[in-house]
Protein backbone atom coordinates (compact mmCIF):
# COMPACT_ATOMS: atom_id res chain seq x y z
CA UNK A 1 0.00 0.00 0.00
CA UNK A 2 1.09 3.28 -0.99
CA UNK A 3 0.81 5.33 1.99
CA UNK A 4 1.06 9.88 1.66
CA UNK A 5 1.55 11.26 4.96
CA UNK A 6 1.62 15.28 5.32
CA UNK A 7 2.17 16.56 8.72
CA UNK A 8 2.34 19.96 10.09
CA UNK A 9 3.24 21.56 13.89
CA UNK A 10 1.50 19.28 15.60
CA UNK A 11 3.48 16.66 15.04
CA UNK A 12 6.40 18.16 16.77
CA UNK A 13 4.27 19.78 19.27
CA UNK A 14 5.24 17.39 22.09
CA UNK A 15 8.69 17.82 20.98
CA UNK A 16 8.47 21.41 23.15
CA UNK A 17 7.97 23.18 19.23
CA UNK A 18 5.61 25.59 19.10
CA UNK A 19 2.28 25.32 16.63
CA UNK A 20 1.46 28.92 14.60
CA UNK A 21 -2.39 29.10 15.06
CA UNK A 22 -3.26 27.79 18.50
CA UNK A 23 -4.03 29.85 21.31
CA UNK A 24 -0.58 30.82 22.23
CA UNK A 25 1.30 29.73 18.77
CA UNK A 26 4.19 31.48 17.36
CA UNK A 27 1.85 33.72 14.96
CA UNK A 28 -0.11 34.32 18.26
CA UNK A 29 3.01 36.26 19.45
CA UNK A 30 5.06 37.22 16.11
CA UNK A 31 3.78 39.11 13.27
CA UNK A 32 4.18 36.62 9.49
CA UNK A 33 4.40 39.48 7.95
CA UNK A 34 7.17 41.43 9.78
CA UNK A 35 9.19 37.94 10.22
CA UNK A 36 8.41 35.56 7.42
CA UNK A 37 8.29 36.78 3.91
CA UNK A 38 10.74 38.76 1.26
CA UNK A 39 9.94 41.94 2.19
CA UNK A 40 10.41 41.44 5.60
CA UNK A 41 14.20 39.87 4.85
CA UNK A 42 14.57 43.12 2.49
CA UNK A 43 13.84 45.51 5.36
CA UNK A 44 15.02 44.26 8.60
CA UNK A 45 17.31 41.48 7.76
CA UNK A 46 18.67 41.19 11.15
CA UNK A 47 15.21 40.97 12.93
CA UNK A 48 14.51 38.28 10.92
CA UNK A 49 17.82 36.33 11.48
CA UNK A 50 16.96 36.57 15.21
CA UNK A 51 13.41 35.34 14.87
CA UNK A 52 15.07 32.02 12.83
CA UNK A 53 18.24 32.19 14.96
CA UNK A 54 15.90 31.32 17.99
CA UNK A 55 13.78 28.71 16.18
CA UNK A 56 17.25 26.66 15.06
CA UNK A 57 18.14 26.84 19.02
CA UNK A 58 15.06 25.46 19.78
CA UNK A 59 15.05 23.20 16.87
CA UNK A 60 18.91 21.79 18.18
CA UNK A 61 17.41 21.37 21.36
CA UNK A 62 14.28 19.42 20.72
CA UNK A 63 13.89 15.18 20.39
CA UNK A 64 11.88 13.48 17.58
CA UNK A 65 8.58 12.35 19.68
CA UNK A 66 6.49 8.91 19.53
CA UNK A 67 4.87 10.50 16.62
CA UNK A 68 8.03 11.00 14.48
CA UNK A 69 9.12 7.57 15.62
CA UNK A 70 5.68 5.89 14.41
CA UNK A 71 5.67 8.02 10.84
CA UNK A 72 9.87 6.47 11.08
CA UNK A 73 8.39 2.76 11.87
CA UNK A 74 5.94 3.18 9.04
CA UNK A 75 8.57 4.09 6.56
CA UNK A 76 10.50 0.74 7.64
CA UNK A 77 7.83 -1.06 6.41
CA UNK A 78 7.31 0.03 3.03
CA UNK A 79 6.06 2.42 0.58
CA UNK A 80 5.78 5.33 2.61
CA UNK A 81 5.71 9.43 0.91
CA UNK A 82 6.70 11.75 3.85
CA UNK A 83 6.10 15.60 2.88
CA UNK A 84 6.02 17.91 5.82
CA UNK A 85 5.17 21.48 6.38
CA UNK A 86 7.94 21.31 9.00
CA UNK A 87 11.28 22.97 9.17
CA UNK A 88 12.70 20.89 11.88
CA UNK A 89 14.66 17.50 11.05
CA UNK A 90 12.86 15.75 13.97
CA UNK A 91 11.68 13.36 11.28
CA UNK A 92 15.23 12.64 10.20
CA UNK A 93 16.29 11.93 13.59
CA UNK A 94 13.53 9.92 14.36
CA UNK A 95 14.74 7.77 11.32
CA UNK A 96 12.77 8.62 8.42
CA UNK A 97 15.17 8.03 5.75
CA UNK A 98 13.44 10.28 2.90
CA UNK A 99 11.34 13.68 3.89
CA UNK A 100 9.96 16.45 1.35
CA UNK A 101 10.56 19.48 3.19
CA UNK A 102 7.80 21.58 1.37
CA UNK A 103 8.43 24.54 3.50
CA UNK A 104 12.26 23.94 3.95
CA UNK A 105 14.93 23.27 6.54
CA UNK A 106 15.90 25.38 8.91
CA UNK A 107 19.35 23.83 9.31
CA UNK A 108 20.29 24.81 5.96
CA UNK A 109 20.84 28.16 4.51
CA UNK A 110 20.82 29.08 0.85
CA UNK A 111 22.64 32.00 -0.35
CA UNK A 112 20.29 34.72 -2.32
CA UNK A 113 23.40 35.51 -4.40
CA UNK A 114 24.34 32.18 -5.71
CA UNK A 115 21.83 29.62 -4.59
CA UNK A 116 24.55 27.70 -2.97
CA UNK A 117 22.93 25.59 -0.01
CA UNK A 118 25.01 24.83 3.07
CA UNK A 119 24.38 23.20 6.48
CA UNK A 120 23.64 25.77 9.30
CA UNK A 121 23.58 24.80 13.12
CA UNK A 122 25.14 27.95 14.59
CA UNK A 123 22.89 31.65 14.10
CA UNK A 124 23.10 33.57 11.05
CA UNK A 125 23.69 36.94 11.07
CA UNK A 126 23.93 39.98 8.13
CA UNK A 127 27.57 39.54 7.78
CA UNK A 128 28.43 35.82 6.98
CA UNK A 129 30.10 35.09 4.09
CA UNK A 130 28.63 32.74 1.74
CA UNK A 131 30.92 29.72 1.84
CA UNK A 132 30.54 29.02 -1.97
CA UNK A 133 30.59 32.65 -3.81
CA UNK A 134 32.34 34.55 -0.99
CA UNK A 135 29.47 37.09 -1.20
CA UNK A 136 28.82 39.03 2.18
CA UNK A 137 25.15 39.53 3.97
CA UNK A 138 23.70 37.04 1.26
CA UNK A 139 22.69 34.06 3.34
CA UNK A 140 18.87 33.51 4.61
CA UNK A 141 17.57 30.63 6.15
CA UNK A 142 16.62 27.82 3.15
CA UNK A 143 12.56 28.08 4.32
CA UNK A 144 9.69 29.20 2.11
CA UNK A 145 8.26 32.57 3.25
CA UNK A 146 4.56 33.76 2.23
CA UNK A 147 4.96 35.04 -1.15
CA UNK A 148 6.99 32.32 -2.05
CA UNK A 149 6.15 28.60 -3.72
CA UNK A 150 6.92 25.59 -1.65
CA UNK A 151 9.73 23.50 -2.56
CA UNK A 152 8.70 20.02 -4.46
CA UNK A 153 5.01 20.91 -5.53
CA UNK A 154 5.14 18.76 -8.45
CA UNK A 155 6.58 15.80 -7.18
CA UNK A 156 4.46 16.05 -3.51
CA UNK A 157 1.23 16.72 -6.04
CA UNK A 158 1.95 13.75 -7.94
CA UNK A 159 2.96 11.47 -4.80
CA UNK A 160 -0.41 12.72 -3.29
CA UNK A 161 -2.61 11.60 -5.99
CA UNK A 162 -0.80 8.28 -7.28
CA UNK A 163 -1.17 7.21 -3.16
CA UNK A 164 -3.80 4.48 -1.39
CA UNK A 165 -3.67 6.46 1.62
CA UNK A 166 -3.26 10.32 3.00
CA UNK A 167 -2.57 10.85 6.20
CA UNK A 168 -2.65 14.47 7.30
CA UNK A 169 -1.30 15.04 10.65
CA UNK A 170 -0.53 17.87 13.06
CA UNK A 171 -1.98 20.67 10.83
CA UNK A 172 -4.44 23.33 10.33
CA UNK A 173 -5.22 23.04 7.42
CA UNK A 174 -4.82 26.69 6.53
CA UNK A 175 -1.89 27.39 4.52
CA UNK A 176 -2.15 26.28 0.83
CA UNK A 177 -0.91 24.51 -1.04
CA UNK A 178 -0.33 22.28 1.60
CA UNK A 179 -4.12 22.13 2.86
CA UNK A 180 -5.11 21.54 -1.12
CA UNK A 181 -3.88 18.08 -1.10
CA UNK A 182 -5.67 16.34 0.70
CA UNK A 183 -8.84 17.59 -2.08
CA UNK A 184 -6.39 16.61 -4.81
CA UNK A 185 -5.46 13.22 -3.12
CA UNK A 186 -9.83 12.58 -2.78
CA UNK A 187 -10.49 13.51 -6.72
CA UNK A 188 -8.27 10.60 -7.80
CA UNK A 189 -9.86 7.99 -5.55
CA UNK A 190 -7.70 8.29 -2.69
CA UNK A 191 -8.66 7.31 0.66
CA UNK A 192 -7.92 9.92 3.52
CA UNK A 193 -7.49 10.38 7.05
CA UNK A 194 -7.22 12.69 9.73
CA UNK A 195 -4.89 12.86 12.93
CA UNK A 196 -4.79 16.00 15.00
CA UNK A 197 -5.31 17.14 18.50
CA UNK A 198 -9.07 19.15 17.04
CA UNK A 199 -10.91 18.87 13.71
CA UNK A 200 -8.67 20.62 11.30
CA UNK A 201 -9.96 23.74 8.68
CA UNK A 202 -10.41 20.88 6.31
CA UNK A 203 -11.52 18.04 8.24
CA UNK A 204 -14.84 17.45 6.02
CA UNK A 205 -12.24 16.69 3.50
CA UNK A 206 -11.42 13.18 5.40
CA UNK A 207 -12.62 10.00 5.11
CA UNK A 208 -12.15 9.33 8.41
CA UNK A 209 -10.60 10.84 11.90
CA UNK A 210 -8.77 10.77 14.88
CA UNK A 211 -8.49 13.21 17.60
CA UNK A 212 -6.30 13.37 20.26
CA UNK A 213 -2.41 13.83 20.95
CA UNK A 214 -0.14 13.03 17.51
CA UNK A 215 2.45 10.68 19.90
CA UNK A 216 -0.30 8.73 20.74
CA UNK A 217 -2.74 8.60 18.00
CA UNK A 218 -0.22 8.56 15.49
CA UNK A 219 1.15 5.27 16.95
CA UNK A 220 -2.73 3.63 17.71
CA UNK A 221 -3.01 4.04 13.52
CA UNK A 222 0.41 2.58 12.59
CA UNK A 223 -0.06 -0.02 14.69
CA UNK A 224 -3.65 -0.61 13.05
CA UNK A 225 -1.61 -0.04 9.44
CA UNK A 226 1.05 -2.31 9.48
CA UNK A 227 0.56 -4.37 13.02
P1 LIG B 1 -0.70 25.25 12.73
O1 LIG B 1 -0.16 25.90 13.95
O2 LIG B 1 -1.51 26.10 11.83
O3 LIG B 1 -1.58 23.99 13.13
C1 LIG B 1 -1.09 23.02 14.01
C2 LIG B 1 -2.19 22.01 14.26
O4 LIG B 1 -1.67 21.02 15.11
C3 LIG B 1 -3.44 22.58 14.94
O5 LIG B 1 -4.60 22.18 14.23
C4 LIG B 1 -3.40 21.96 16.35
O6 LIG B 1 -4.69 21.65 16.83
C5 LIG B 1 -2.62 20.69 16.08
N1 LIG B 1 -1.90 20.19 17.27
C6 LIG B 1 -1.33 20.87 18.28
N2 LIG B 1 -0.75 20.05 19.15
C7 LIG B 1 -0.94 18.79 18.69
C8 LIG B 1 -0.59 17.49 19.15
N3 LIG B 1 0.10 17.31 20.28
N4 LIG B 1 -0.97 16.43 18.41
C9 LIG B 1 -1.67 16.59 17.27
N5 LIG B 1 -2.03 17.79 16.78
C10 LIG B 1 -1.68 18.88 17.48
O7 LIG B 1 0.54 24.60 11.96
P2 LIG B 1 0.63 24.09 10.45
O8 LIG B 1 -0.69 23.62 9.98
O9 LIG B 1 1.77 23.17 10.39
O10 LIG B 1 4.45 27.99 7.16
O11 LIG B 1 1.00 25.43 9.72
C11 LIG B 1 1.25 25.41 8.35
C12 LIG B 1 2.23 26.46 7.99
O12 LIG B 1 1.82 27.72 8.54
C13 LIG B 1 3.63 26.28 8.57
O13 LIG B 1 4.42 25.38 7.84
C14 LIG B 1 4.19 27.66 8.54
C15 LIG B 1 2.99 28.42 9.07
O14 LIG B 1 2.89 29.72 8.72
C16 LIG B 1 5.39 28.91 6.86
O15 LIG B 1 6.08 29.46 7.71
C17 LIG B 1 5.54 29.15 5.39
Redesign the pocket.
Known amino acids: MRVFVL ?5 S ?2 SGL ?5 AD ?3 ARFD ?1 MKL ?1 TPEAFATDPAMVHAFYNLRRRNVIDASPNE ?1 HAAIAKLARHGDLFLCT ?3 DDLHERAGSPSVHH ?3 ELLISRCAFCGARTEQFGDLTTDDPCAACGRLGALRPD ?4 G ?1 T ?1 FDLAAIEAAAVQADLFVS ?7 YP ?2 GLVRLARHHGVRTAE ?4 P ?2 IAGAFDKRRY ?4 I ?2 ARFVAGLIG
Open positions: TGAGVAEGTFRDGIWPAAQNIMHGVVWFEPIGTSGGVAAINLESQGPASEV
